[in-house]
């Protein structure tokens, strides 16, 4: 409890005494749910009017949708909540977190309800949590089940004059392989085999679960998609046809009344408009604070970046190792901050920087608690730079793993040729061409190059051996490049927990010894203004268009990656 939290606390709890003065018009709440909700608010270092340009587009977070299912669960004026889902263009692993706020509105007595104008697979996942489902009459459902598609550009490029002159460990690294083969091999089936059993068997889970719905019997009705309306309803995967603006005359049917009325009506409001009429808690700044420090994208030397508006490419935002060093240095530094979050999003990237970025968490864990968060994915360099962590947490649908390396080049002789351009060359050194664009490695060459790539593969696998508590044979097993589901991943030992931020906090807050019920607070560390030079290590006794173009400079700098196959993608 700090003094200067009095004014602020003080205002606000004559703000929920005036809000408290209206009595009607909460019964239900409709949320528009849209877009990709990434795990909290980001936090960008801009002047004050750049700040509020469309350059820097604001989505709804996880975090900001948390703090909406506390205000709504805890105000005994709320009925309900109507969730209206728009365009999702968040992975099974977020939708994941949002369906745990839907169920703890639901234990926290709010009737839930879901309405969409026709769902897929993944929207329908969502919307199973909810007591009640409803389409419009015109409405249909698309649960048609679960893909993947691999594609292959060795001959296309061939067409061109290109070859992918690439080099993997292991089996199932299977990243380079969309440049370097025609065809899927074994290993590669097997593992997207793998994993679409693992989220195919999360999503007949939830769906019975959510629906009092056999599970036997929910890939039966999978197969039978699309369904109309009419014959959803029929067969138990939704509750009503109704258009939106019949939304309120339903639920007044079911009983909920307003007084000193004769018809039964319930009202619908906003969230904009709701917002301004909840209890917002009254909370002190803690001296004690939980940390989180973000690693979103592909892991790259140098600065962070994020290009100012999504792109259709797996470079959206690109994590430099310079960056989440610092912060991670930040978070060692602060004497407040008892223990940190590591947020970790990323299908891997530079192995040196992957390395630069393992060295600091390793460093900060020696001194406090290191609480690892997976999002969407965190494999190959993303998976490398969680291993020393105290914990590890993921959600169930959470692309984790990928133990592997891969690396070489793309050789552009032949496009050259067929292009008429010529070419010659003065060196000084034998291997001065090693990473040559105009010609195939040699045997000599190559053989440097897998030399090069197994030495880090080994490495690879003792940090994992090392933070994880595993032999050597026993990752080797798990290892080879292969990926995981987190579901996998914990049976495998690869990960402690599944669960979303929640379940980091309440780790780390134990990790920490601190009071399980008591609030802390919670902050970003970003890194500071100034550069920090590292502590010696503890010892024993010491308990835009310009990001596209940083990236495209790291990618031909560097020529072994710990990447992941971002191909590999579950759609509905």
């Not at 292959?152 to 992918?164: D, N, R, Y």
């Not at 602060?334 to 990237?349: F, K």
């Not at 940083?550 to 509905?572: F, N, S, Y």
Request: aromatic share 6%; net charge negative; proline share 6%.
């Amino acid at each position: 409890m700090r003094l200067l939290d009095f004014p602020g606390n003080g205002l606000q709890a004559i703000r929920n005494l005036i809000r408290s003065l209206r009595r009607r018009g909460l019964d239900f709440i409709v949320l528009q749910l849209e877009g990709s909700f990434p795990e909290r608010t980001p936090q960008r270092r801009a002047p004050f009017p750049l700040k509020m340009l469309p350059i820097f587009p604001s989505e709804v977070s996880l975090e900001q949708m948390r703090y909406a299912g506390d205000l709504i669960g805890g105000d005994p004026r709320i009925k309900g909540v109507i969730f209206r889902l728009g365009t999702l263009r968040a992975g099974p692993p977020t939708l994941h977190s949002l369906r745990r706020t839907i169920q703890k509105l639901r234990a926290d007595g709010k009737k839930t309800v879901a309405w969409m104008t026709s769902a897929g697979t993944w929207d329908y996942y969502l919307a199973s949590a909810c007591d009640e489902v409803i389409l419009p009459p015109s409405g249909s459902l698309n649960v048609l089940g679960l893909r993947s598609e691999a594609l292959f550009l060795k001959e296309t490029l061939a067409m061109a004059g290109v070859k992918a002159d690439l080099e993997s460990i292991a089996e199932y690294k299977v990243a380079p392989d969309m440049f370097r083969r025609s065809t899927m091999t074994e290993p590669h089936r097997e593992m997207l085999d793998s994993i679409l059993d693992s989220y195919y068997g999360e999503l007949i889970s939830a769906i019975a679960g959510g629906r009092g719905l056999q599970q036997a019997h929910v890939p039966d009705l999978i197969d039978s998609m699309p369904l109309a309306s009419d014959d959803a309803i029929r067969a138990g995967l939704i509750d009503a046809a109704l258009y939106e603006d019949e939304l309120a005359e339903y639920l007044a049917d079911q009983g909920e009344t307003l007084e000193n009325d004769d018809r039964k009506k319930v009202s619908l409001v906003t969230w904009e408009n709701a917002a301004r009429w909840l209890h917002h808690p009254v909370r002190w700044t803690t001296r004690k604070r939980i940390g989180v420090v973000s690693l979103e994208g592909m892991i790259v030397p140098g600065e962070s970046r994020r290009m100012p508006a999504p792109l259709p490419l797996p470079v959206e935002a690109q994590a430099g190792a310079e960056t989440v060093g610092q912060a991670l240095r930040q978070a060692e530094a602060d004497p407040h901050t008892v223990a940190t979050i590591l947020y970790v999003n990323s299908p891997g990237g530079s192995s040196i920087a992957s390395d630069l970025i393992w060295r600091e968490v390793h460093r900060l864990r020696e001194r406090k608690p290191v609480v690892v968060l997976m999002g969407d994915q965190a494999a190959s360099g993303g998976y490398y730079v969680s291993t020393p962590a105290s914990r590890i947490i993921a959600r169930p649908t959470t692309m984790t793993g990928s133990i592997g390396i891969w690396g070489g080049k793309l050789v552009l002789g032949e496009l050259y040729e067929k292009l008429g351009i010529g070419s010659e060359e003065v060196q000084r050194g034998a291997r001065a061409d090693l990473y040559s664009s105009f010609k195939p490695f040699s045997e000599e060459e190559r053989e440097q190059v897998r030399r090069e790539l197994g030495d880090f593969y080994v490495r690879f696998k003792r940090v994992v051996a090392e933070g994880r508590r595993l032999t050597k044979e026993r990752v080797e097993e798990i290892a080879r490049g292969r990926v995981w589901t987190g579901e996998q991943a914990k049976e495998i030992g690869l990960v402690d927990e599944l669960g979303d931020f929640e379940t980091a906090l309440t780790i780390a807050k134990k990790l920490a010894e601190l009071d399980p019920e008591e609030h802390y607070t919670v902050v970003q560390i970003l890194p500071p203004d100034q550069d920090l030079i590292p502590r010696s290590f503890p010892t024993a006794e010491e308990s835009s268009l310009a990001s596209l173009l940083g990236l495209l400079r790291a990618l031909t700098q560097e020529h072994v990656w710990a990447v992941a196959p971002w191909i590999v993608r579950v759609r509905g």
